[in-house]
T-cell receptor, first 116, second 115 residues
Framework: DAMVIQNPRYQVTQFGKPVTLSCSQTLNHNVMYWYQQKSSQAPKLLFHYYDKDFNNEADTPDNFQSRRPNTSFCFLDIRSPGLGDAAMYLC???????????????FGPGTRLTVL | AQSVTQLDSHVSVSEGTPVLLRCNYSSSYSPSLFWYVQHPNKGLQLLLKYTSAATLVKGINGFEAEFKKSETSFHLTKPSAHMSDAAEYFCVVSGPNFGNEKLTFGTGTRLTIIP
C-alpha cells in the first residue's frame, strides 16, 4: 500500500544533542511537510518542500532544518534540542492537482521526540 | 484570511448514540474543508473532505459531514458511536492557492465514548 513512513516512531535525545527524524513516502507526491504537534494542541507547520523548493514558516526557529535529497525522502534536523522541542513530529505529503492547487495532505504516524 | 472554530473542546457520548462534532469556518473564498482523526500517539487520518462538489460528504467509518455555506459550518456526524471512535478530531480548512496549499487547523475536539 502507498504510504507515508516515519522513523523512528519514538526518539529520545539529550538536551543539546543533534537529532534527525526521517520521513519517506511511496505516494510519489511532490510536496512534503513537517509539522510539530505539542500535547493537546493542533499541528503547527514548520516548513514544506514543493519539489526541491524549500519553504520555511516565518516563526520556525533556526534550530530546525530540513533536507530533501530526493522525491521520496525528507529529513528533519534539530541542531540543539531544548526541552521545549519535545513533541510529536508529523510528516505529510500531497501532490499538485491538475488545476494547480494542492490536493489532500496525507500524514505519517509521527515521531514522538523526548528531550532529557 | 481564513480560520476554523471547533465549538467543543470535549464531547462525551454513550456507545450506540449519535455523534455531533461542530465546526465553523471563515474564509474569503470557496474553501476546501477536511476532518482528520488522531488516535493517541498516532498520526492524522483523513476522515473526509469537501471540495465544492456535493455538500453532504461521506467519509470512512460511517462518518459524514454537511457543508452549509449560509451557516459557514461543516459539522461532523455519525449515527451510532463505537468505542473505537474515541480520539481527537480536527476540522481543517485549506489555505489560499498560491501553488502551495497550507492547512489551518481547528483546536481539536476530544471525543470520549462511554460504554
Amino acid at each position: 500500500d502507498a504510504m507515508v513512513i516515519q522513523n523512528p516512531r519514538y526518539q529520545v535525545t539529550q538536551f543539546g544533542k543533534p537529532v534527525t527524524l526521517s520521513c519517506s513516502q511511496t505516494l510519489n507526491h511532490n510536496v512534503m511537510y513537517w509539522y510539530q504537534q505539542k500535547s493537546s494542541q493542533a499541528p503547527k507547520l514548520l516548513f514544506h518542500y514543493y519539489d526541491k523548493d524549500f519553504n520555511n514558516e516565518a516563526d520556525t526557529p533556526d534550530n530546525f532544518q530540513s533536507r530533501r535529497p530526493n522525491t521520496s525522502f525528507c529529513f528533519l534536523d534539530i541542531r540543539s534540542p531544548g526541552l521545549g522541542d519535545a513533541a510529536m513530529y508529523l510528516c505529510a505529503t500531497s501532490r499538485e492537482g491538475r488545476t494547480g492547487g494542492i490536493d489532500t495532505q496525507y500524514f505519517g504516524p509521527g515521531t514522538r521526540l523526548t528531550v532529557l | 484570511a481564513q480560520s476554523v472554530t471547533q465549538l467543543d473542546s470535549h464531547v462525551s457520548v454513550s456507545e450506540g448514540t449519535p455523534v455531533l462534532l461542530r465546526c465553523n469556518y471563515s474564509s474569503s473564498y470557496s474553501p476546501s474543508l477536511f476532518w482528520y482523526v488522531q488516535h493517541p500517539n498516532k498520526g492524522l487520518q483523513l476522515l473526509l473532505k469537501y471540495t465544492s462538489a456535493a455538500t453532504l460528504v461521506k467519509g470512512i467509518n460511517g462518518f459524514e459531514a454537511e457543508f452549509k455555506k449560509s451557516e459557514t459550518s461543516f459539522h461532523l456526524t455519525k449515527p451510532s458511536a463505537h468505542m473505537s471512535d474515541a480520539a481527537e478530531y480536527f476540522c481543517v480548512v485549506s489555505g489560499p492557492n498560491f501553488g502551495n496549499e497550507k492547512l489551518t487547523f481547528g483546536t481539536g475536539t476530544r471525543l470520549t465514548i462511554i460504554p
